[in-house]
């Protein structure tokens, strides 16, 4: 599996686009399928704006994906 072949133990997913909320139906099954412990995190669109604004700029240039 995914979990044990990449030794993961948890995923956290950043919504930083809006309209991916079709995901949190699918958590769950994906959790229990998998053993992975998965976080869906809505918060920097309610803080910093959608796409492209400065909080999704800011996390991008501090992981180094920005030129």
Known sequence: ???????????????????????????????????????FNNSIIEDEGPHACTGELSMGAFIGITD
Do not use: C, F, P, Q
């Not at 030794?7 to 930083?16: A, D, K, T």
């Not at 099954?29 to 053993?35: A, S």
């Open 1 to 39: 599996t995914a979990k044990n072949s990449l030794e993961l133990e948890s995923i956290i997913i950043v919504n930083g686009h809006g309209g991916n909320n079709i995901l949190l139906d699918s958590i769950s099954r994906i959790e229990e399928e998998t053993g992975l412990k998965i976080l």
